[in-house]
Nanobody, 121 residues
């Protein structure tokens, strides 16, 4: 079984910063791409940022220059540093991992439970 646990959400004023963290645990052989997605009320879930095992990154245009994704392969963690936050960044943020299950080496796409980020104007 695999678990992703997020932390670091909260309420912040526009222009402020937050750092989200996610730890993957369980029967994991290897984690490939890790990422963050978000979903605002009434909206579809959208990609925020992804990072490959070798450190290659991809960002949504709306967060480029403000958000930074990073990971620690040894600890199975992925972080999202969010600066210059805007009210439109308000959403539930979800951690995602594309991984291989230990022992059976089956590919599995795991999601965290989500953490609320609210940016006030």
């Amino acid at each position: 079984q695999v678990q992703l646990v997020e932390s670091g959400g909260g309420l912040v004023q526009a222009g402020g910063s937050l750092r989200l963290s996610c730890t993957a645990s369980g029967s994991i052989f290897r984690i490939n791409t890790m990422g963050w997605y978000r979903q605002a009320p009434g909206e579809k879930r959208e990609l925020v940022a992804t990072i490959t095992r070798s450190g290659g990154t991809n960002y949504a245009d709306s967060v480029k220059g403000r958000f930074t994704i990073s990971r620690d392969n040894a600890k199975n963690t992925v972080d999202l540093q969010m600066n210059s936050l805007k009210p439109e960044d308000t959403a539930v943020y979800y951690c995602n991992s594309d991984l291989l299950i230990e022992g059976i080496y089956t590919r599995y796409n795991a999601w965290g439970q989500g953490t609320q980020v609210t940016v006030s104007s």
